[in-house]
């Protein structure tokens, strides 16, 4: 490799200037503008995050116990702000012209849910192609009479990672109640590879750090996460630890503006001055997929390290004491890094022996080191494997289980990891079965159920005949979408519970409902009065939150009322199913929690608004290892990549990235600030020699084609713009959810079944 691979990060030529700063205030001002929200809005942002007020709807990054006076960041406040909009989609909406189901579906994303809050409950008129509102009691006699008639396997419940705990614990009691575990959840499609892999290696289906690790860690080593866009909170921990002369080693192939530098909004002299902290030290541009390959090259030099200080009679390097003691597979693993080329490394990894030297020299050098990842790991062929090669190079120093150290995967959906805590899972082993039959003396089914990858499946080959979703929008979130669509339409039943108009309301079965809910910042006034909610964020803390805002429509139910309406109407009567007392105090359901799970939940009513929350607890943490051999285990690798797919002539590896206007599938906007994209969307960013060598000009119009081996289908989006951009050779990058079109269902992690959105294999032509 003749050039050095690590990046001078401030050297680019998309580089717009800093996250946070100016910037991410117009960003905030922008949106409040276009949303039309009542200047009441921004009092709920004042509120977000802090105890007794509103925990924030967009990502689970973790609320301190000191909290500043603004304790929200850019992409909070406009996730806030997109759900407190005056926008209003009413049944006038689905009355006017031009706004029959099928004409709807022109729309962008971003249009149909600017459409605005939804108002009523809706059902689908298949005579006229539209919507029409509907009484909730006819709604939930109805649902609940076709759910009674239809297989009990056939039925899926999908949660999207946001309702809380309350609403999500009744709902896997539905599920069970009804008869089956068909309880995937958005996480299959993120970090079900940590729930899987992570378990595997440290016996945690969670990650390990808590706030006081970030505290007094000296060290990041930082792997296809996006904080400038996605968890824009945990620049102030990472701006804290370079103000106190900590490390930050980055490896992604895109240069990510808040992993480069950050001016802190919540500070007026910074402000003022644009006084930039300089985040990564150094930027390693890995090539998608090419992780394993890196953190093989790391362990290397720790190994050789530790090998010359020992043969020196110096220090060791490697915590010898710690590995006897708490691990195993460290011989072979040892071995295979002594063996392991430079060259093969170079060539997987995309980086250079030097830059791999200079990354590893710093992690040798470190006393407290926290390995941080997210999408990037997650969503490959082989995404258990990357998390395994971190957990390797945590181990080689005992940085898991110390305090200022540990494995910290950064979660995404608010409640995401907290739904799962409480049962929605569709592995039987993962629930407390019987407890269930204990306290509702009934028998849960034992049977798995199914995975959002086997749910869609079960579409394509007609299957799945129902679908309740809690949340989300599967249709526009998962793989192979044109097929997707298909299958969607083709059901019995589709029963959605939404806050806005989205892409999977435009595909109805023969009878579908949209079921609109209150959002999180809006007061919950039940028979016992005002209801707080809970979740669960990415350090297992459980926060309770209190809505203040006026619901957007008279006729909005809350989530945990939506589904105790649609399980009365649907399942026979038994005394100990109270689902009306449960919805007229959501005290009565935490407590139901507690005594499913008392040793996670204990005195749940008495400690939820503790400030920063309550902490869950994680064994591992505590070097305790939840796995087979009792252990912590570290991983041979049997490849050098995370790929399911070799390297051939003119096929690449697409990653799929969100812009910092949008989350998930909700469209805010075409401004990607960071990336310097205005505008549109339909973007394909690939390295300037790839393009010259396919052929191609900057600004071309081109279209990318599944290459995929694993079937014949055919897969393709056209009309994208080719963006010349600073990426690593043979990776291009597009748009999530636009690109979802060419990835294959069957395209997933080997262990989770997490579909591998990172690394999608494409050939590119002229349009
Ligand atoms: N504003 C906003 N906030 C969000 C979301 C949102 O859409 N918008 N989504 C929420 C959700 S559900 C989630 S899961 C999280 C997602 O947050 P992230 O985990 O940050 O997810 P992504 O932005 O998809 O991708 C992460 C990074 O992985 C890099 N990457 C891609 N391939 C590789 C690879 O092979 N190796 C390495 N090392 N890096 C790679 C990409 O360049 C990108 O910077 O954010 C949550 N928060
Ligand atoms: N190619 C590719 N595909 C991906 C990814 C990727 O990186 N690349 N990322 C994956 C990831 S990490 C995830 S988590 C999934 C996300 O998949 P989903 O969770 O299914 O999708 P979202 O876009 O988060 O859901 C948006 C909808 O949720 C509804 N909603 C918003 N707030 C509320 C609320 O308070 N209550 C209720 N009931 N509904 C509400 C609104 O109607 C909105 O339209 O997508 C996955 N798909
Ligand atoms: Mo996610």
Same mark, same amino acid.
């Given at each position: 490799m003749a050039e050095d691979s690590k990046t001078n990060a401030k050297d680019l030529p998309h580089s717009p200037g800093p996250a946070g700063g100016w910037g991410s205030m117009k960003g905030i001002a922008r949106i409040y503008a276009e949303t039309s929200a009542s200047p009441g809005a921004l009092e709920s942002l004042r509120r977000l995050n802090k105890p007794k007020g509103v925990m924030c709807v967009s990502c689970a990054w973790p609320k301190p116990a000191n909290y500043s006076a603004f304790e929200f960041c850019e992409n909070g406040a406009k996730a806030t702000l997109w759900e407190l909009t005056g926008d209003r989609c009413t049944p006038a909406f689905f009355a006017e012209d031009g706004h029959t189901v099928t004409q709807l579906r022109e729309w962008s994303d971003h249009e149909l849910e600017k459409s605005g809050r939804l108002t009523h409950p809706m059902k689908y008129n298949a005579a006229t192609d539209r919507y029409v509102a509907i009484e909730w009691d006819d709604a939930f006699a109805e649902i609940g009479a076709t759910l009674r008639e239809?297989? $009990?396997?056939?039925v899926v419940f999908y949660a999207s990672g946001h309702a809380g705990l309350e609403a999500s614990y009744l709902y896997a009691l539905l599920a069970r109640a009804y008869g089956n575990n068909n309880l995937p959840q958005s996480s299959n499609m993120c970090h079900e590879t940590t729930s899987v892999g992570l378990t595997k290696v440290i016996g945690s289906p969670v990650g390990t750090v808590t706030f006081d690790d970030l505290a007094e860690t000296e060290c990041y080593f930082y792997f296809g996460q996006n904080p400038g866009t996605n968890s824009p909170r945990f620049l102030h921990n990472l701006k804290d630890l370079k103000e106190r002369g900590g490390k930050i080693v980055t490896f992604n192939p895109v240069i990510e503006q808040g992993l480069v530098s950050f001016v802190d909004p919540q500070n007026p002299l910074a402000m003022m001055t644009g006084k930039e902290t300089i985040i990564s030290d150094q930027y390693h541009q890995v090539k998608s997929g090419g992780d394993v390959a890196a953190l093989l090259g790391l362990c290397k030099v720790v190994v050789e390290a530790d090998d010359k200080a020992q043969k020196a009679g110096? $220090?060791?390097?490697?915590d010898h004491e710690f590995i006897a003691q708490h691990t195993t597979g460290f011989d072979d693993f040892i071995a295979c890094c002594r063996d392991a080329r430079w060259a093969d490394i170079e060539q997987a990894s995309g980086l250079t022996e030097a830059a791999l030297r200079d990354a590893a020299q710093v992690y040798i050098e470190a006393e407290k080191v926290i390995g941080v990842y997210g999408m990037g790991f997650t969503q490959h062929t082989h995404g258990a494997l990357n998390i395994a090669m971190l957990v390797n190079l945590l181990l080689l120093k005992g940085n898991i289980g110390r305090p200022g150290t540990g494995c910290c995967p950064v979660r995404g959906h608010s409640n995401v990891q907290g739904q799962r805590t409480v049962g929605i899972a569709e592995?039987? +082993?993962?629930?407390p079965l019987d407890k269930l039959k204990e306290l509702f003396d009934f028998d849960p089914p034992t049977k798995d159920g199914m995975h959002v990858v086997d749910a869609v499946q079960g579409l394509i080959d007609r299957k799945v005949r129902g679908f309740i979703s809690l949340g989300g929008n599967l249709v526009r979130a998962v793989p192979d979408q044109k097929r997707m669509e298909e299958g969607w339409a083709s059901q019995d039943l589709v029963v959605m519970v939404s806050t806005k108009l989205n $892409?999977? +309301?435009?595909?109805?079965?023969k009878q579908a409902y949209i079921l609109p809910c209150l959002g999180r910042s809006e007061v919950d006034e039940q028979a016992s009065g005002n209801q707080a909610v809970t979740s669960e964020d990415s350090f297992s803390m459980i926060n309770g939150s209190v809505g203040h805002r006026p619901p957007a429509s008279e006729h909005l139910k809350s989530e945990l009322a939506i589904v105790t309406g649609i399980a009365k109407a649907t399942l026979d009567p038994n005394p100990k199913l109270k689902w009306d007392a449960w919805t007229g105090d959501y005290a009565l359901v935490r407590d139901l929690i507690e005594a499913t799970y008392p040793d996670d939940f204990h005195d749940f009513n008495k400690r939820m608004f503790e400030a920063g929350g309550f902490w869950r607890g994680n064994p591992a943490a505590q070097r305790v290892w939840k796995t087979d051999s009792g252990k912590a285990v570290i991983t041979t690798p049997p490849q050098l990549t995370s790929l399911g797919f070799e390297d051939r002539p003119g096929r690449y590896r697409l990653l799929t990235m969100r812009s910092n206007d949008q989350f998930n599938t909700t469209i805010y906007g075409y401004s990607d600030r960071f990336r310097g994209i205005e505008g549109t969307r339909d973007v394909v960013l690939m390295n300037p020699d790839d393009i010259a060598e396919a052929g191609l000009k900057d600004g071309d119009t081109v279209r990318l084609v599944s290459d995929y081996d694993g079937d014949t289908v055919e897969r393709h989006l056209g009309g994208l713009k080719l963006v010349a951009y600073k990426l690593p050779r043979g990776t291009i990058a597009g748009y999530y959810p636009e690109c979802n079109v060419l990835v294959p269902i069957t395209h997933h992690d080997e262990l989770s079944k997490t579909p591998a959105s990172k690394s999608v294999p494409v050939r590119i032509e002229a349009a």
């Open positions: 239809l297989p $009990r396997d056939d110096a $220090r060791e390097v490697i592995k039987a +082993h993962l629930v $892409r999977s +309301h435009l595909y109805p079965g």
